[in-house]
């Protein structure tokens, strides 16, 4: 049975006589006539909520009507340009530009904020009326839509995008009033909601609250740009808005690799990942697998000492790492004894080069033929947002990487294959921005997390401030302290880039420790250490002036070198000293912070906060339980440590070598390659050099809060000299 058709209601628009079906609204009624009226908050074949009013018009009653939510009826009357109406919206625009910073980023990108168009065609121009006292400012965490809540008009376009064509529900309206405003889930900024950065919500924004942020100053280089059409046909890409690929389209291009072509070096800076769509690549470490070592050339104390590399079997070091395996920047780690892997296609490489800007931390090659998708930050963020693609990804975690990523803990060695593999669909992958806080100091503990991306930093509230704890990187984990003792959380995990942890709940952590005594009694052992340092620390400092040793950078170091200047003649001896036990490179400078008769001078201080560890692409930079930083054998040499110390404390060091030769492989060639080195506290002598070099007895290694807490309670700041 076919239903009628609604009945035609005859009514007036601007005197013109037209005829439109029942339950039409007189904006429509309009449209379909030729009659424009302008709107903001409306758009063709979506549900009208009447919230902007630019669109109202005369129907002859008490009030004016909003014309996109009021139905026609038999024999109305409708006025859409009189004198009045105009006068209406012009007030209606006017207070609305009122509050939008003009140009906004949508007027400077393309010209067609339709707020600022409205407002040039009624000649607007300075608006009467004063803009709100308190902005409500930006929110930049995003690395695909900029959000400016200045230029947002409230006119729930985006909501209506997110909920009603996406079916995301992450946007909605906040507060009341005059601190009306749109938000992410429970008001987070909108890098750490559930936004899937389907872009939706920007296509939708009529002005520049909601824009693309495109990727300034990066090339991709060769490669085939592809358009949106041929984007979404690929399933990773499913759920994604056309609109949104087609602003953003050279930010991703389709690369054709031939077998034994290099995709990317380690140590080299990019700002890009790969996605391989066809093929195999082998990823591997070309730095050799030895580590800084320093020896003299006769037995006497004072002798002339030489660098050279040493592999583990044959110089093995107090307290050497026996990590099975060498975190790197893709889906697989590689095997410490043989550091090569092979990739296929649906695996991704580059996560936290593209997103962080950190070195690479592998060489990739292509094995077979292949074909890759390259991508900036801004489409590899809509991707690991997308919840296809990153139910493949969780997919191909639990299956392929979390065996080796646990087995690479030492302490969860012993775990048995049935136990991981009753852990590999109940883990959780879950993602945090920078700064978002994982887990907060005296919060109830109900996870233990294992970090599979990025850097996490550990912080204790203290009286003065925070006090640094660690920073953790790939294969450091968290939490366990306070679900070994039922206690709060007694420290603040924040993730300092792009983070990805794995997160195993409360009642598995139990049954491990149950079912695997000797991880309990590792984990127990390893939470008693961290405990006793920080008592330590805490009770150390506790009588001092925190704010002066925060600020000058005292509170960090274990051992600093200073020099009695009442005593120190400034013979250089502990410069040259240093200089002789190291290649003629000195690893001291004879400057620094001052304070009464003392200098503070450049030297590694053995950072309790070292932040030379944020960032290493394959967390080579460590610290032994004593608190002194070491480098790894695996150190490709990238130089990311150097930059990130702020005392200038580590270098470079070249050493010849043979490498694979690119143009024959499987032919050994000479070259070199780089390792970083530190001040080794020239821990195979009683003393360090520089301190057995003076002839003065000026120069010593101290312990910072002990050496200074009597000085700096008697006397003024620290000033530089």
Known sequence: MSSKPAPEIQLTIDGRPVSVPAG?????????????????CHQQNENPVGVCRVCVVDVGQRVYAASCIRQVEPGMTVKTSTEQVQAARHTLIELLMSDHPAPCARQQHSGDCE???????????????????????????????AVDHESCILCDRCIRGCDDIRHNWVLARRGKGYQAGVAFDNNLPMAESSCVSCGECMVSCPTGALTNKRVVGTELGQGDVLDPTELLHLPIFQNVSGTFLELNQKAVVKRH?????????EGEFGSTAFYILEGKAEVFLSSPMAHVRTEGSSKGFFSRLKSMLAPRQQHSRSEESNRPFIPIDASVDLPYDSPIAELGPGDLFGEMTCMSYYPRSATVRAKTDGVMLEMLRNVLDILQRNKTFRAQLERTYRTRALDSHLRSVPIFASLTKNFIDHLRDRVELVRFSPGQVICRQGEPADSFYLIRIGFVKVSEERPGGDLILAYLARGGYFGEIALLSGSPRTATCTALDHVEVVRILREDFELMLERFPEVRASLEKVAHERLEENRRRITQIQ?????????????????????????????????????????????????????????????????RDPLCMVGCPVGSIRRRNTLEVIIEDWCIGCGLCANNCPYGNI????????????????????????????????????EPSCVYACPHDAAHRVNPPEFFAGLLKQSSPLNRS
């Open 257 to 265: 690799y031939r077998a034994g072509d290099i995709i990317c070096r």
């Open 543 to 607: 009588n001092l002036p925190v704010d002066q040793f925060l600020a000058n950078g005292l509170m960090e170091a274990q051992s600093l070198l200073v020099l009695d200047l009442d005593r120190c003649t400034r013979c250089d001896q502990c410069v040259r000293a240093c200089a002789d036990a190291h290649d003629g490179v000195s690893r001291l400078v004879r400057e620094g912070l001052r304070f009464d008769k003392y200098l503070v001078a450049t030297s590694c201080r053995q950072c």
């Open 24 to 40: 039409t609204t007189i904006f429509d009624a309009a449209r379909i006539n030729g009659i424009p009226i302008p709107t903001l």
């Open 115 to 145: 707020l600022e168009r409205l407002a040039e065609a009624a000649a607007i121009g300075q608006p009467r009326f004063p803009r709100r006292a308190t902005p409500r400012g930006k929110d930049d965490s995003s690395a695909v839509i």
């Open 651 to 686: 270098n470079l060091h070249p050493f010849p070598v043979e490498l694979d030769d690119p143009d024959h492989p499987g032919r050994m060639i000479a070259g070199t390659r780089v390792k970083a080195t530190s001040c080794d506290l020239c821990h195979d002598h009683a």
